[in-house]
Nanobody, 127 residues
């Protein structure tokens, strides 16, 4: 069973940078994709970035240029990190980690594309 645990959220100031982490484990396939999503108050959840088991990364247009996704392999599984730079108030959201057992990130970031989710980590950008 895939398990996803996010960490790293909190209160930050406009212009700050933040690094979120997702501890992902329990994959029964060698091919999978792990993505970061966010859901702002009153809005739909949207895909932000994704990395697959071949280390191919994919970014959606919503935050492209300000984010970097990376994947590290540990004895416990994957750590997928999302670095966000130049944070703005509009980045305030709950950030979720999602996973799916195929490597197609361009599909995984679409609505309904992931079928495993973490509980999310809230990010608040405020002066």
């Amino acid at each position: 069973q895939v398990q996803l645990v996010e960490s790293g959220g909190g209160l930050v100031h406009p212009g700050d940078s933040l690094r979120l982490s997702c501890a992902a484990s329990g994959f029964t396939s060698d091919y999978y994709a792990i993505g970061w999503f966010r859901q702002a108050p009153g809005k739909e959840r949207e895909g932000v970035a994704c990395v697959n088991s071949m280390n191919n990364s994919y970014y959606t247009d919503s935050m492209k240029g300000r984010i970097t996704i990376s994947r590290d392999i540990t004895s416990a599984g994957n750590i997928v990190s999302l670095q966000i730079d130049s944070l703005a108030r509009e980045d305030t959201a709950v950030y979720y980690c999602g996973a799916v057992l195929h490597p197609l990130c361009e599909v995984g970031v679409l609505p309904g594309g992931m079928n495993n989710w973490g509980k999310g980590t809230p990010v608040t950008v405020s002066a």
